[in-house]
């Protein structure tokens, strides 16, 4: 838990910093990705989330299932009331995913065609989330993607910490 904890600050540190080449080996960093892909997806793949977020979980969530990130979804919706430790993990993950929204399970699988459409041509592939939002006003734009974009620029402008562009710079 903490090697990936570790290896996921390295990489949005060198991300956020422009550092190239990455520290990460190019292989490493995909594997990273895929275990993060799997943790946004279902909160009980992250033991440390997991544990500090139960109590919250029942409390507020204790209808949701896992998987699909629904308990993710449902603790963001109540972040305003959440205890300080499980509300400071949900923030770096949150950080994590507004580096590279590849390891944002959701905005992947919605958006996915739109991707494909409007952005399969860049060369940095962790900047899908510019890219989507230079199209998401066209007509031909998936309203449920366009809605997931909503989500994750209102997320984005709480906290400059979750806009990897502004932070770059300023």
């Known amino acids: 838990v903490k090697v990936v904890g570790c290896l996921s600050e390295v990489l949005r540190n060198d991300t956020l910093l ?3 080449p990455h520290r ?3 292989g490493c960093a995909k594997e990273l990705r895929f275990e993060l892909l799997q943790r946004s997806e279902n909160m009980q793949l992250d033991p440390e989330l997991a544990s500090v977020c139960a109590a919250d979980l029942r409390r507020l ?3 949701e ?3 699909r990130e629904r308990q993710m979804r449902c603790l963001t919706r109540f972040q305003g009331e959440l205890q300080s430790a499980c509300h400071k993990k949900l923030f770096e993950r949150e950080a994590l995913l507004a580096v590279d929204v590849r390891m944002d399970e959701r905005l992947m699988r919605v958006c ?3 991707i494909y459409t409007h952005c399969d041509n860049l060369a940095d592939h962790s900047n899908f989330m510019g890219c989507l939002q230079q199209h998401m006003h066209k007509p031909d734009f998936d309203k449920k993607c366009r809605k997931v974009m909503y989500k994750r620029l209102r997320v984005r402008s709480r906290d400059i910490r979750l806009d990897p562009r502004l932070q770059r710079s300023c």
């Open 65 to 67: 299932a896992p998987g």
């Open 18 to 20: 422009d550092r190239q």
């Open 61 to 63: 969530c204790g209808g």
């Open 112 to 114: 996915r065609r739109m």
């Open 24 to 26: 990460l080996a190019p």
